[in-house]
């Protein structure tokens, strides 16, 4: 355990604690967290992990910007076809760049760390966006991602990220209460 990760971790507790919450400083938290992050794991050899964090800065600035709106509603849902497609596109992005992370690089474990890097894209898109959906998505990642942190001996982020599928659960359900009193229930 480094400084470093004890950091990265404290930051990103706050941030996605935030986000169950649908509190719109979830994005700045977000940012500092991801960037502690990004050195983090290319430092322990999870290179798409590491690219996953410029992604997720990226989605940050362009999340705080859409969440501050006014207009925007509080949680919606995506379509089963939608929701179905962007699994799909996640499930063949994840086997193309481990295939290509595991001919390239020295990556530990380059099919798992690209399963996380292409559901962690769907489900950011998806909290962007205030999709109830987004917290499936997020289950599936946190699910990946616990044994893949221990195994590299980053035992404070794994245990992290399995509070962040507690988490999870506990968003989907504080979401699903949200959408449901805002629309009785109607798809």
Do not use: K
């Not at 990760?5 to 938290?29: C, D, F, K």
């Not at 705080?64 to 596109?89: H, I, K, N, Q, S």
């Amino acid at each position: 355990m480094t400084p470093l990760e004890l950091a990265a971790n404290g930051v990103m507790a706050a941030s996605i604690g935030l986000a169950a919450v649908n509190h719109v400083a979830t994005w700045p938290l977000g940012i500092v967290g991801c960037l502690l992050f990004g050195v983090l794991f290319h430092g322990t050899q999870l290179y798409a992990d590491a690219l996953l964090q410029v992604f997720f800065v990226a989605t940050s600035v362009a999340g705080w910007r859409r969440w501050r709106r006014e207009d925007l509603p509080p949680v919606t849902r995506t379509t089963p076809r939608a929701l179905a497609g962007m699994a799909g596109a996640a499930a063949a992005v994840a086997l193309a760049h481990g295939a290509l992370l595991r001919a390239f690089t020295d990556a530990w474990a380059p099919f798992a760390d690209a399963a996380v890097l292409a559901f962690s894209v769907v489900a950011q898109l998806l909290l962007m966006r205030r999709r109830l959906e987004t917290w499936a998505f997020w289950l599936l990642v946190n699910t990946v991602s616990v044994p893949l942190f221990a195994s590299r001996g980053l035992w404070v982020t794994a245990g992290l990220y399995a509070v962040f599928w507690c988490n999870a659960w506990w968003g989907g359900w504080r979401w699903w209460r949200q959408w449901r009193a805002a629309t009785g229930g109607a798809p």
